[in-house]
């Protein structure tokens, strides 16, 4: 695993690719545990490439909309949010079951987040 020179609170990797079979690929590849990832989960991962090649029936979606999409947030732009939305709904088209959760602590935990790289 190569790391950043940067804080791991500032440091974010996720795959950038032209199809969707790509990006499910190189998902693969660069998701798991990281015993040196202090926010690295141990759980086991299903194989993205295989999701990305079927229809999205009964895969559920989480979506914390109570906070990332929250407009009084100065550091949240309308404009994200709006895209956000419309794949969202591109989501629920393909069959996807979007479930807006309600996650107290996520801006607790951010702001603990944030305390680290200073």
């Given at each position: 695993m190569v790391y950043s020179l940067l804080s791991w609170t500032l440091d974010h990797v996720g795959p950038m690719t032209y199809r969707v079979e790509d990006a499910a690929i190189m998902l693969d590849a660069i998701s798991g545990y990281d015993k040196n990832a202090p926010t690295s989960s141990n759980q086991s991962l299903k194989k993205f490439e295989i999701l990305s090649k079927r229809r999205?029936?009964?895969?559920?979606?989480?979506?914390?909309?109570?906070?990332?999409?929250d407009k009084t947030r100065p550091e949240v732009d309308p404009k994200v949010i709006k895209i956000a939305e419309e794949a969202?709904?591109?989501?629920?088209?393909?069959?996807?079951?979007?479930?807006?959760?309600?996650?107290?602590a996520l801006g607790k935990r951010r702001c603990s987040c944030i305390g680290n790289t200073t």
């Amino acid at each position: 695993m190569v790391y950043s020179l940067l804080s791991w609170t500032l440091d974010h990797v996720g795959p950038m690719t032209y199809r969707v079979e790509d990006a499910a690929i190189m998902l693969d590849a660069i998701s798991g545990y990281d015993k040196n990832a202090p926010t690295s989960s141990n759980q086991s991962l299903k194989k993205f490439e295989i999701l990305s090649k079927r229809r999205l029936d009964g895969i559920k979606i989480a979506v914390a909309k109570h906070y990332f999409f929250d407009k009084t947030r100065p550091e949240v732009d309308p404009k994200v949010i709006k895209i956000a939305e419309e794949a969202l709904e591109k989501l629920d088209q393909l069959g996807a079951i979007i479930e807006e959760i309600n996650i107290p602590a996520l801006g607790k935990r951010r702001c603990s987040c944030i305390g680290n790289t200073t």
